[in-house]
């Protein structure tokens, strides 16, 4: 079982304040993240901070994504 995002701040730091579905608000550190594929693109700071949610998690301009369990496995509660 995994919980959905229903919103995603970027930080300039690339950190992301994610809030979810059951009202957790968590911090996902991207950076461990930007040397892989796609992800590396989101070093520029413009592109990391178009991070939208879409469906049940997030995405960004460039249609890099990361599923919604992983986010939540992953982050930190704040």
Known sequence: ???AVKEVKPQDNYILILTFEN???RQFDMKPYLHLGIFQEL???RLFKTVKTSF???QWDNEADIDPEILYQ???RI
């Open 23 to 25: 009202g957790e608000r």
């Open 56 to 58: 049940d998690s997030i």
């Open 74 to 76: 992953e982050s930190s």
């Open 1 to 3: 079982m995994y919980f």
């Open 43 to 45: 070093k520029d700071l």
